[in-house]
């Protein structure tokens, strides 16, 4: 994902516009850290036989729903 992050934050400083880039793009580095806290969720998650399976189908939930949401994000129109 580091290979996309300077267009996500582009993109995220075009739709934020009177925001200042910086804000914005923090803002997307600080949700990024997110993934600590998912590794503590697949601790949680893990079965008695040490099976991370169904941390695997909620990933795997969350990329198909992060993917349906970004397929739904539009352009702004050029001032």
Request: with cysteine.
């Amino acid at each position: 994902m580091v290979s996309t992050s300077s267009s996500g934050m582009q993109y995220a400083a075009e739709i934020t516009h009177p925001t200042p880039e910086g804000a914005s793009n923090g803002l997307i580095q600080l949700f990024g850290q997110g993934s600590a806290i998912f590794v503590y969720i697949m601790d949680a998650l893990k079965t008695e036989g040490c099976s991370f399976t169904p941390s695997l189908l909620l990933a795997t939930g969350l990329l198909i729903a992060g993917g349906v949401i970004i397929t739904q994000l539009k352009d702004r129109p050029a001032a």
